[in-house]
C-alpha cells in the first residue's frame, strides 16, 4: 500500500504581532513544485507591500508524488539563517508534507535580531497549520478519461460510486479530470474499460 502522509487540511492563514511588527502566517496544500511556486507568488502579489514575504516547501520532488520530498526555504532578504530555515523547520517537526507556507511581515520599526525573527517566522507557519488542521492523505494520482457522450453517464455513475474527485469538461467528446488515491488506480482502470467494453480513454 502506498504510505499515508500528513498534510494541512486547507488553506489557512494566522496573524499576530511582535513588537511592533506583523506578521501573517499563510499555508496550503501543494503537490508539486509548480503548485507551491505558484502560492509563494500569489502571496508575494497580494501582499506586494510587506516588508518581506518568507517561503518554505516541502512536495514531492517529481509530478506523480514519490518518496523523494524537495525541501526548500528562502530569508527573502532578512538575515540568512532567520527566516526560512525556523519556518521550514516547523513543517519538518511537525512532520506535514505536501505543504507550501509563506510568512508576511510589515515591519515594526523594532529590530527583533536573529533569535526573535527566527521565532516569529517558525510561529508564523506553526499557528497557520494550526489553523488550517493537518490529515492524514494517501497518495493521489491524476487520471484523464475521455469518452464519447453515450458513454459519459456509465464513466460519470462509477466514480461517483466509486468517492473520487473529478471535474467533467462537456465538449466534443467528455473529459473527466480525475484524482484516485494510487491504490486504487489500477482497479479504477480496469472498471471503466470493462464497463464501456474498451471504449474509453485514459
Known amino acids: 500500500m502506498a504510505d ?14 511582535v513588537k511592533g511588527s506583523e506578521f501573517i502566517g ?27 514575504n518568507v517561503p518554505s516547501y516541502r512536495v514531492p520532488a517529481e509530478e506523480g508524488g514519490g518518496e523523494m520530498l524537495r525541501e526548500w526555504a528562502s530569508d527573502d532578504g532578512e538575515p540568512s539563517g532567520s527566516a526560512g530555515k525556523p519556518a521550514l523547520n516547523v513543517l519538518v517537526q511537525r512532520d506535514v508534507r ?6 508576511t511581515r510589515y515591519y515594526g520599526g523594532v529590530n527583533l535580531g ?9 510561529r508564523g507557519v506553526s499557528d497557520a497549520v494550526d489553523a488550517a488542521g493537518v490529515v492524514e492523505e494517501r497518495p493521489h494520482e491524476r487520471l484523464t478519461v475521455t469518452v464519447e457522450y453515450d458513454d459519459s453517464g456509465t464513466v460519470r455513475g462509477i466514480l461517483e460510486s466509486e468517492g473520487v474527485d473529478f471535474d467533467a469538461a ?11 488515491p494510487v491504490d486504487d488506480a489500477d482497479a479504477l482502470r480496469d472498471r471503466l474499460r470493462s464497463a ?5 480513454e485514459l
Open 170 to 180: 462537456y465538449e466534443a467528446q467528455v473529459t473527466f479530470e480525475v484524482r484516485v
Open 26 to 52: 499563510h499555508v496550503a496544500p501543494a503537490e508539486s513544485v509548480d503548485a507551491a511556486e505558484a502560492f509563494v507568488s500569489e502571496v508575494r502579489e497580494a501582499y506586494a507591500d510587506a516588508t518581506h
Open 114 to 122: 536573529v533569535g526573535g525573527l527566527a521565532r516569529a517566522y517558525a
Open 196 to 200: 464501456t467494453s474498451g471504449r474509453v
Open 4 to 17: 499515508a502522509y500528513r498534510t494541512v487540511a486547507a488553506h489557512a492563514q494566522a496573524d499576530f504581532e
Open 98 to 103: 505536501n505543504v507550501v507556507a509563506v510568512v
